[in-house]
C-alpha cells in the first residue's frame, strides 16, 4: 500500500499502480518454483535461500532513489524474483525441522506473518502523519533486516533430497507438469481454487488505499489504520482455522476460506463516503478469510506431495497464487475506470467460484 501511496504522490496514474501489481505477480509465478525446485536438490535449503535473500535486501534501496513509472516496474521485478524464495523455503524448512505436526507449524508461521503485518500497518499510520511515505519506507526496511539476521542464525539441517538434477526451465514447470501427482485427490483443484482466489484478492487490494483515501474519502493514515484489522483478523483465524483442520478436512477449511474472501469484497462494493464500519468490515472479513484459505491449502498440499518435493509444490501454491495476482489486477484497473463497486463484485465472484471448485472437486 506504500508503494501505492508513493506512486500516486509522483502523479503516476491508478491504472500503473494495479499493472504493478500484475508484473509482480508474473515474476512470482515464476520465481518461486524455480527457487522451490532449487532447494530440493539442495543438500541444504538455507544456503539455497541467503542468496537472493541478501540481494532482495540491496535492490529494495533502489525505492527510494526512483521516480519513473518504468523504474518502479523494473526494481519491483527484480525484488519479487529475488524475495520469491522466502515463502516456499522457509515454509519446508519449518515442516521437516519441527516435531510438530504440519498444521500446528503452518498456523504458528501463518500468525507470526500476519501479525508482522498488523504491527507495521500501526506503526506507520501515526508516521504517516508527521513524515513522508518515502521516509516510512525506509523506516521498514531497516526494520526488517531483522529477518535476515534471524535467517543468518537458523542452523542448517539436512532434507530429503529430490536426487534428479534439473535445468532452470524445468525447475519452473516441474511440479505443474506432474500429472500423477496433481490427481492425487485431485491436487488440481485446489491450485485451480487458490488461483481464483488471488485473482479476486489481487484485484480486490491493487488499488483498494487509493479507492478508500479518494473514493470513500478516509485520509492515508485512516486508511492505514482500518488496513490493520485485516492482518490482525488473520491472527484468530488462523488459530481457529489451523485447529479445524487438524479435525475437519483441510479442503473445507481452504475452500470456506476462499468463500469468505469473496464476502469481503462484496464489503468494500457496499461501502458509502466517509463509511468506517463497511470497511473495516471488508478488512476484517478478508483477513479471516486468508487466515481459513492459507491453513487449509498449504496443508492439503503437504499431504498429498512426495516429501523430496514439498517446497517445489508449495512453491507452485504461491506460483498459482501469483499468476491470480497478474491477472486480477490488471482486470481491477480495467473495471475500476468504470466502477470501483462494479470490480469488487465480480472479483468476489471469481472467489466464491474458486470455493465451489475446491469444495467440490477436492478429495478428502
Request: charged content about 10%; some cysteine.
Amino acid at each position: 500500500m506504500l508503494l501505492q501511496f508513493r506512486m500516486r504522490e509522483l502523479g503516476v496514474d491508478i491504472f500503473s499502480i494495479s499493472f504493478l501489481s500484475t508484473i509482480t505477480s508474473g515474476i512470482g509465478s515464476i520465481a518461486s518454483p524455480f527457487w522451490g525446485a532449487l532447494s530440493d536438490e539442495m543438500r541444504e535449503r538455507k544456503k539455497t535461500l541467503m542468496l537472493p535473500l541478501i540481494a532482495s535486501f540491496v535492490v529494495f534501496l533502489f525505492y527510494s532513489l526512483v521516480k519513473k513509472t518504468w523504474e518502479f516496474f523494473l526494481i519491483a521485478a527484480i525484488f519479487t524474483f529475488l524475495s520469491s524464495a522466502y515463502d516456499p523455503i522457509v515454509t519446508a524448512i519449518l515442516i521437516e525441522s519441527s516435531a510438530f505436526r504440519t498444521n500446528i507449524i503452518v498456523l504458528l508461521s501463518n500468525i507470526s506473518g500476519s501479525l508482522g503485518l498488523a504491527v507495521g500497518r500501526l506503526l506507520i499510520s501515526p508516521l504517516l502523519n508527521t513524515t513522508t511515505v518515502l521516509n516510512v519506507m525506509v523506516f521498514l526496511y531497516i526494520l526488517s533486516i531483522s529477518s535476515l539476521l534471524m535467517v543468518i542464525l537458523t542452523p542448517s539441517l539436512p532434507h530429503p533430497r529430490y536426487e534428479i538434477t534439473r535445468t532452470n526451465l524445468q525447475r519452473i514447470f516441474s511440479a505443474v507438469t506432474s500429472k500423477s501427482i496433481l490427481k492425487r485427490k485431485n491436487l488440481w483443484a485446489m491450485y485451480l481454487g487458490a488461483f481464483l482466489r488471488q485473482l479476486g484478492i489481487g484485484g480486490t487490494f491493487a488499488a483498494i488505499g487509493v479507492y478508500i483515501n479518494e473514493i470513500v474519502g478516509l485520509s492515508k493514515s485512516q486508511t492505514l489504520l482500518l488496513a490493520s484489522s485485516n492482518p490482525f483478523m488473520q491472527v484468530p483465524s488462523h488459530l481457529v482455522f489451523g485447529w479445524l483442520v487438524g479435525r475437519l478436512s483441510s479442503k473445507f477449511v481452504a475452500s470456506l476460506g476462499m468463500f469468505l474472501s469473496g464476502i469481503g469484497s462484496f464489503l468494500f462494493a457496499l461501502a458509502g463516503a466517509g463509511d468506517y464500519l463497511m470497511t473495516l468490515l471488508g478488512y476484517a472479513v478478508s483477513g479471516m478469510g486468508f487466515g481459513a484459505f492459507i491453513n487449509g491449502a498449504v496443508n492439503f498440499v503437504s499431504e498429498n506431495v512426495p516429501e523430496n518435493r514439498k517446497a517445489e509444490f508449495l512453491g507452485l501454491l504461491t506460483s498459482v497464487r501469483m499468476f491470480g495476482s497478474l491477472f486480477g489486477p490488471l482486470v481491477a484497473g480495467l473495471l475500476s475506470s468504470i466502477s470501483f463497486r462494479l470490480m469488487f463484485i465480480i472479483m468476489g465472484c471469481a472467489m466464491i467460484f474458486g470455493s465451489l471448485v475446491s469444495g467440490v472437486y477436492c478429495e478428502k
